[in-house]
């Protein structure tokens, strides 16, 4: 007995976990920095840790009120229709909706390289083939639509990502749409603004109304601190809206994780320290550490420091978990999460130290 021919599907890789590092180097995770996977250094909101403890008795129960009023919450706060919205497992989930939703088995996908690994992953699982457009270093990571159509052959989807993980290039408005009304009919755009709280820029969800081929999704993981709940949602045009009631699985989020995001979304003041703290640490990086950096609009900096993984190594021994980029396709950077101002300066530190002793080394005596 074997599962179907997985040789294509790789393995998530997700950042090293602070519990694991300290193991391995017998020392209590307290003590470590844990800038390796974009959480909120400033945990979750206190509202939303008192709805968790508060839905703790109830969580026998299916959470069909919570998921009701979560999806509407969502719904007010963009001015779109409860339909539109598609609560689901993290944003991750949100991508796997979609995929379902419209890929037939061999249906081509466009995703970035570097970029977030679950879109290809989501697009294999629903049977799909993955095809990529470059962002360029030598062009900062740059991302139009022009880049992207160059690459693009009538695929059935095409991500983006922006704020975009790991490079933190953003995408314009206007980009946006001139892509959305250069793909040929049969094509979804879809928006990944994991990172979108962290940026200037508006939303792409405004863009619903004029689009049809456009899906935006989010996450409560990153600004909001919930990220081991895993909650989160696409945002949908009406006129295909109604697919969702056909491809989610069944009670998409957790009680616990509908009543706590529905408490984050109330606490404006956690969300604005955390958005505050992070434009705040991405700055101090770009001025502050000792190699090129590129300008970030989301809550994290991408570094470029010769060996990646010997410098996150180097920087796991002295209690600063940053991630070794290999895994998007970058092995000569690290990306670094945005800390509270403490962590953040103390990551400054050692990265500086390390990317200097690994410069000489380099170099030989
Ligand atoms: C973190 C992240 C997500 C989604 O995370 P979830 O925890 O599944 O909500 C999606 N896209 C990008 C680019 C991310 O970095």
């Known amino acids: 007995m074997q599962p179907r021919d997985l040789s294509e599907h790789e393995a998530y890789v997700p950042g090293r976990g602070a519990e694991e590092v300290a193991r391995d180097l017998g020392v209590d995770p307290e003590d470590l920095i844990k800038l390796s996977s974009n959480e909120n250094p400033h945990g ?93 270093k030598s ?55 994991a990172y979108g709280e962290y940026a200037k820029a508006p939303s792409a ?21 919930l990220a081991g709940l895993r909650v989160g949602y696409a945002a949908v045009p009406v006129a295909w809206a109604d697919a969702y009631a056909k491809v989610n699985t069944p009670f998409a989020a957790n009680e616990v994780a ?30 502050e550490l000792n190699a090129p950096t590129w300008p970030s609009g989301g809550n994290f900096v991408l570094c470029e420091v010769g060996d990646g993984a010997a410098v996150a190594a180097a920087c796991r021994r002295r209690g600063v978990i940053v991630r070794d980029t290999a895994s998007f396709g970058l ?5 670094v999460s945005c800390g509270t101002r403490e962590e953040t300066k103390d990551a400054v530190e050692i990265l500086n130290e390390v990317v200097a002793e690994t410069r000489a080394e380099a170099s030989g005596p």
Not at 167 to 181: C, K, M, N, Y
Not at 331 to 335: A, G, I, S, Y
């Open 258 to 287: 509908c009543r706590a995001a529905l408490a984050a979304l109330d606490d404006d003041d956690h969300l604005e320290l955390s958005v505050d703290t992070a434009r705040w640490a991405r700055e101090y990086y770009r001025e």
């Open 205 to 225: 969800v405004e863009l619903l109304e004029e689009y049809d081929n456009l899906a935006v999704v989010r996450t409560f993981s990153k600004s909001y601190g």
């Open 44 to 136: 979750p909101s206190p509202a939303a840790v008192e709805a968790i403890e508060a839905a703790a008795p109830t969580v026998n129960v299916y959470p069909k009120a919570s998921h009701t009023d979560l999806t509407d919450r969502i719904a007010e706060k963009w001015g779109l229709g409860a339909e539109q919205v598609w609560v689901s497992p993290g944003a991750d989930g949100g991508i796997d909706y979609l995929s379902r939703a419209f890929l037939d088995p061999g249906d081509a996908v466009l995703v970035p390289d570097p970029g977030f690994a679950y879109y290809s992953m989501s697009t294999r699982y629903h049977h799909g083939e993955v095809t990529t457009y470059p962002l360029e």
């Open 331 to 335: 092995p000569e950077c690290v990306r």
């Open 139 to 193: 062009a900062d990571f740059e991302q139009t639509a022009a880049g992207i159509l160059a690459a693009y052959d009538g695929e059935r989807i095409v991500h983006v990502t922006t704020p975009h993980n790991p490079t933190g290039s953003t995408v314009s408005r206007d980009e946006l749409r001139e892509l959305a009304e250069r793909v040929d009919d049969h094509t979804l755009v879809v928006v990944d603004e």
